[in-house]
């Protein structure tokens, strides 16, 4: 395997995700990781990713002597990103210090390399290429037994070697996307000077996964978890069910706002085709209840999430009083949710409250387990697919978890959510067959406030508005509406308003984010 020790980039991921991409296994391991913990491993090689500190600041994370002698001892080669650089600086005896400028953004990286292997890791590049840069230190001499092999009109050592040490120093970023030739360099290092093995599959994340949560919960404890019939609780649960069987307990909560027949369709796939231990609580009436008269936004997110950790809390008990314990909670969080979430904490302004981000009330006592917390959504829709789960829930748009609740705008009723569940139910089923849904990276219908004049047959109808948003984006951050072919659009029309019963007219959501966001409400 290829060790990734991770100092705290935003990018530490990003590099696990690009090694995995060339089939080869790697794991992330704390800048900190004893050594012992990675001798038990057949490492193959070694990244030091990049950080948010200086490695001469006082309490700047450095890697141990005793790593460094397991390194030493087993040639083990290493590669160190940006920070990463600076730490093979520091311990090598370089010289790091602030830059005038910092450099963020692309820059134009000469080589040195020579022939030979001198090239190895710039095998395939030009002798100039881009890269990106996001600095505020860099290396103004190299550190012993290393020598130059690129720099940038703004900084003179940007690339250094050590060929008798097989150690390398970027000061780049070669894992992010803006840096188009950084992938050769990488699969220079991991496939070339490490040769490690390229024959890893998703499906041995899977494998790794369930011998490590078997050790994990033991062979007597129990896991809970929500499902909602969407691709990343759908995956973890189905990961859960084949390390532990029925000792976990998936709990669907029918909020009374999901799409049209979905609990029977969850119940159905999750339970009869993948043998899942799962219960429904069906608390639609409830949540309506607490529903009532309720029209502003952020309040129907309140009261929906709220009532979604007190029902699960009741499940929770019930299992406690069946199996004497429940010491788990599975979650199907992203590591791109893991980065948000980071964020949310931050001094940034809370634009709309996602109730499943925050978790659960700590009172709980449950230790988490997150099997897709390293993953993106792409390579849990591969999981997915690995692991034989059917291509509509693998391909499944997200779905917020206050459901149609914020889709339904003002008031919440029974009939209202009704109307809405077929108006989406028939958008849907015109995606998929005219083939554009895999296009698409949410599509939904929104049931307006509003009532407007038309005519059906020879009489007057006084009905609901809709409107239909679909949008393409891949992160959710920012987003676009779909260029949907005008003969879609009136395929989808027609159908809603001569077969629901309520909407007399639908809308095209022509809104981009920002300054719209993809949900109304
Ligand atoms: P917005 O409307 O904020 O939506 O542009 C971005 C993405 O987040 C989803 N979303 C939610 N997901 N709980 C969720 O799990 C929520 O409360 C929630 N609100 C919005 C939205 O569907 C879109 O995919």
Redesign the pocket.
Known sequence: QIAILDFGSQYSHLIARRVREMKVYCELYSCLVEAQELAAHKITGIILSGGPNSVYEEGAPHVSQGVWDLINERSIPVLGICYGMQELAYVYGGKVAPGQEREYGKATVKSHAKDGEDMLLFEGLPEEFIMWMSHGDKLHAVPEGFTKCGSTENAEFVAIQNLKTRMWGLQFHPEVTHSPMGPTILSNFVVKVCQSPTDWVMTDYAEEFIQSVRLQVGPEGHVIGAVSGGVDSTVAAVLMNRAIGSRFHAILVDNGCLRKDEAVKVLKRLREDCGINLRCNDASGRFLEKLKGVTEPEKK?KI??GMFIDIFQEEANKIIEEEGKCDFLLQGTLYPDVIESISYKGPSAT???????GGLPASMKLKLIEPLRELFKDEVRELGMALGIDEPSVWR??????GLA?RVLGEVTEERVSILQEADDILIQELWSAGVYRDI??A?VVLLPVKSVGVMGDGRTYENVASVRCVTTTD??T?EFYRMPYDLMERISNRIINEVRGINRVAYDISS?PP??????
């Not at 748009?397 to 206050?402: A, D, E």
């Open positions: 997110r929906i999430g634009i709309k409250t996602h109730h499943n981000v748009h997200p779905f917020p978890g206050p914020i990276a949410q939904f959710f951050m987003a984010k719209a966001t993809v949900e109304w409400e």
